[in-house]
């Protein structure tokens, strides 16, 4: 049970740095819509970037999954040779598919591809890394950003097809209810 708060405490975290920079959004609306900007001046109360709108994929078995309900974490080392690679590619598929990516540092720096890592602490690591699961980077995650469900995806650096066919197979997982 405790071990559920903290990764519900964990998690939470996570996504508040997502929902602190809608308010920020918001209040920037608010400022534009007062001074007139037809760019802008939509009801505030209409647009809210904290819910992001529906980024529809359809897997191999035709099941359908909404992108903007899952989050991709990745544990990284700047020093790492093999997140060097590996990250780069990670950027770019989530750019191209939508799909968000959080990435944690191990050792509180970033790379080229994610400069503003988040420090890995002990409580986000026990998290993750399930016991025997071993510590590596880069090692990424598939979290349902709603219920918190977490799935492991890779451990060590893949080609984009890789990471594309992994993905696959574990959103089908996820949708299933079955655990793996």
């Known amino acids: 049970m405790m071990r559920k708060r903290i ?22 609306r608010a400022i534009e819509a007062e001074k007139g900007n037809p760019s802008t001046s939509a009801p505030v109360e209409t647009v809210n970037p904290a819910v992001k709108p529906a980024r529809w994929s359809t897997l191999t078995n035709g099941q359908r999954v909404n992108l903007a309900d899952w989050r991709v974490v990745v544990f990284m080392q700047s020093t790492c040779a ?54 590596a980077t880069p090692t990424t995650f598939l979290v349902n950003v709603h219920t918190l469900a977490t799935y492991p995806l890779l451990q060590g650096a893949v080609d984009k097809p890789a990471l594309a066919s992994r993905l696959d197979e574990v959103f089908q997982v996820a949708m299933s209810g079955r655990v793996k």
């Open 7 to 28: 990764k519900t405490a964990c998690l939470s975290a996570l996504l508040l740095s997502v929902t602190a920079q809608a308010s920020t959004w918001d209040d920037i």
């Open 82 to 135: 093999y997140c060097h690679r590996f990250d780069p590619m990670l950027k770019a598929f989530s750019e191209e598919s939508g799909l968000s990516v959080t990435a944690f540092s191990l050792d509180a720096k970033g790379d080229d591809a994610f400069p503003d890592a988040l420090q890995a602490t002990p409580e986000v690591m026990v998290q993750f890394f399930t016991p025997g699961m071993p510590v």
